[in-house]
């Protein structure tokens, strides 16, 4: 029987986890890795919302895929009922550039939820994700389905050397010996690409992206995900949390750029009919997602060695239909 190791313990790491127990896939053993102290991950740092804002099918394969995966993790939600998962609306509201916004959200009309002045609002129905609560979800379950072994490293793996066996060098001296390795890195993936110089990892990218959140213990309201002219509020019920943002920049740090943040939060604050907490009061957050070409999602397969990232838009929802056509194409 065969030894896997995945490389990343985020979303796509465990989701693939996830799928490989309930599939029963018969492995001998699964190693996932993770060094969270050194590799943030991006999953951890995340608005986490999923709604196809206006997409639908026939357009282009990202935007198929995406119709895909939402449906399958929809069907996921309704059959497992994850923890840290909420099914809520998403509204999208625009007050410039109408007439294209319309042609996008044809279904919207004149209203009056959460603004001061009306605006033209069209709502959806989307997935407000916790992803601490839901990624230790995903692991435990597995843990409970899965036909083989699971062992969790916490430690950064520094070296490949490819031959029969791949065999992975950590930072902590370790020397582990599997049959097959899968890359679930996120933007840490393009580090490994001269193993595959000729793929999509060579033009992969990381893109920083931030925004506030606030712990509001006492604020009574249905959850919420609001979008008005491209800026996010988004209010978290269950866990008492709300955020504002989010950016998105081609920086590959973790600093926050703040005065972008600041605007964001004026906008928002002239325009909405409740009360704020106060800009400072928030805690920054950033992360740094994948951004591999076209925005596409990838699955490479090479001999012993398989990447999978790239998951930029709706990762939450999308991550799931990738991590199962990995499963049924290629172990
Ligand atoms: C501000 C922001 C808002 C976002 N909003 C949304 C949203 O609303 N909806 C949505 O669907 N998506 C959103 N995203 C995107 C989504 O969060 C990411 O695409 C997704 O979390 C990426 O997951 P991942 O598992 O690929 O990577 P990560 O979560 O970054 O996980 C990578 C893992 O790999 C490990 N690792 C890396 N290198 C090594 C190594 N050499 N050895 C051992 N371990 C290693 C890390 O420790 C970590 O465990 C947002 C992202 C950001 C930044």
Redesign the pocket.
């Known amino acids: 029987m065969t030894t896997l190791a995945i ?7 465990r989701s693939l986890i996830y799928t490989l127990a309930k599939e029963q896939k018969k492995f001998e053993k699964i190693t996932i ?4 102290k050194i ?1 943030t ?10 709604a196809l804002r206006g997409i639908t099918k026939g357009h282009s394969s990202l935007g198929d895929n995406l119709v895909e995966g939402f449906g399958i993790f929809s069907t996921h939600v309704s059959e497992s009922s994850p923890y840290g998962v909420e099914k809520i609306f998403q509204y999208n509201g625009a007050t410039q550039k109408l007439d294209q916004f319309k042609l996008r959200y044809p279904d919207g009309e004149i209203s009056h939820t959460f603004v001061k002045e009306p605006i033209y609002l069209s709502q959806e129905v989307a997935y407000m994700i916790d992803p601490k609560t839901y990624l230790h979800w995903l692991l435990e379950t597995s843990k409970q389905m899965a036909p083989f072994s699971l062992e969790e490293i916490d ?4 070296e490949v050397q490819e031959g029969e066996e791949v065999v992975l060098k950590t930072l902590n001296g370790r020397n582990l010996h599997f049959d097959k390795v899968i890359f ?5 993936n393009r ?1 490994w690409k001269d193993l595959y110089p000729d793929s999509k990892l060579k033009s992969s990218k990381p893109s ?4 506030l959140e606030f712990n509001l213990p006492l604020w009574e309201r249905e959850s919420f995900s609001l979008t008005i002219d491209g800026d996010n509020i988004i209010w978290n019920n269950p866990f008492k949390r709300l955020y504002i ?2 950016t998105t920049n081609d920086s590959i740090h973790h600093l926050p750029p703040l005065s972008e943040l600041k605007e964001i939060y004026m906008r928002l604050n002239s325009l909405v009919d409740f009360e704020l907490p106060k800009f400072h009061e928030g805690e920054l ?6 951004k591999a070409q076209k925005r596409e999602p990838y699955l490479l397969n090479r001999g012993n060695l398989i990447f999978f ?1 790239g ?7 999308l991550t799931m239909k990738m991590a199962t056509d990995l499963s049924r194409q290629y172990l």
């Open positions: 490389i990343g313990s985020g979303l796509v790491g890795f993770s060094s969270d590799t991950p991006c999953s951890l740092n995340s608005t986490a919302i999923s430690d950064m793996v520094t679930t890195s996120g933007s840490y580090y920083q992206g931030s925004y943002g989010s957050k950033v992360g740094l997602r994948e990232g998951l930029y838009k709706n990762a939450f929802t």
